[in-house]
């Protein structure tokens, strides 16, 4: 079946181990979260995008008490390509960064103090508006969860993808990266090395039946991955065969 979405390097290498694509946050194989990422070429292996780290939806605020659906008609913008009917909600959202120009919101974190690794499990990270009023909000208990269950074990393959047809190929050059710690990833979020990096649309949007795409990324770029684990270690597997 053709699949043309951005995530198709993930999938392609979900269905060569066996992996079926599910929404449960549980490791994927052998206790070990396979997560790809693309490459310029198997040479040099440099990064040509960011990791995504994980996709949870928001547990509060507008988005979950209303809907994905109403929180993209307020906070959505016209699609930039021109593509008609279509709202999108998109943009770098960090702790640092200001108001986003297009959609009105900022992220801000509640609960966590980075100085002395405190946590408040009452808090969360937050996307506001203007007014103040969160517009989603991920509570650290379900990201923590989430977080500790998916990662305690996680390996990051190279892909290299060419076209046409759309094709993948993954390289031998494996980062092997355990014992992961939540405040290491509030601590990265904190500071901007984790982003957040949504990819949410509403088309057809005026007519009877639209079409709601939704994809909550939280991404990092590849040389930056190691500061959300205590060990890791790069593995040929060539080398090693």
């Known amino acids: 079946m053709p699949y043309s979405a951005p995530n198709a390097g ?3 290498l979900e269905a060569e181990l066996g992996i079926t694509p599910n929404g449960i946050a549980e490791p994927d194989f052998m206790g070990w979260e396979i997560k790809q990422y693309g490459v310029k070429d198997f040479t040099k292996f440099a990064p040509s995008s960011p990791v995504t780290l994980m996709t949870p939806e928001p547990t509060g605020g507008l988005y ?3 809907g994905p659906e109403a929180f993209l008609r307020r906070y959505g913008y016209p699609d930039k390509k021109g593509k008609p009917d279509r709202p999108n909600f998109g943009g770098i959202y960090t702790c640092e960064k200001d108001y986003h120009a297009d959609t009105g919101l900022r992220m801000t974190m509640k609960g966590f103090n980075p100085a002395d690794g405190t946590i408040d499990l009452t808090g969360g990270i937050m996307l506001l508006d203007r007014d103040e009023e969160p517009a989603a909000i991920w509570s650290f208990t379900g990201m923590m969860q989430h977080w500790n ?3 305690a074990q996680a390996a990051y393959v190279p892909s290299l993808f060419r076209t046409p047809p759309p094709e993948y190929a993954y390289g031998p ?4 990266c355990e014992q992961t710690d939540f405040l290491l990833f509030l601590k990265a ?6 982003y ?3 990819a949410v649309k509403l088309e057809a949007a005026s007519t009877a039946t639209p079409k709601l795409k939704r994809r909550s990324q939280f991404r990092v770029k590849h040389h930056q991955i190691t500061q959300m684990y205590h060990s890791h270690e790069e593995v040929d597997l ?3 065969a």
Do not use: I, Q
């Open 196 to 198: 957040y990096d949504p």
């Open 149 to 151: 269950r998916k990662h």
């Open 189 to 194: 979020f904190t500071t901007g090395v984790v």
């Open 64 to 66: 979950k008490a209303e």
């Open 238 to 240: 060539l080398g090693a």
């Open 10 to 12: 993930g999938y392609t």
């Open 173 to 176: 050059r494996v980062l092997l």
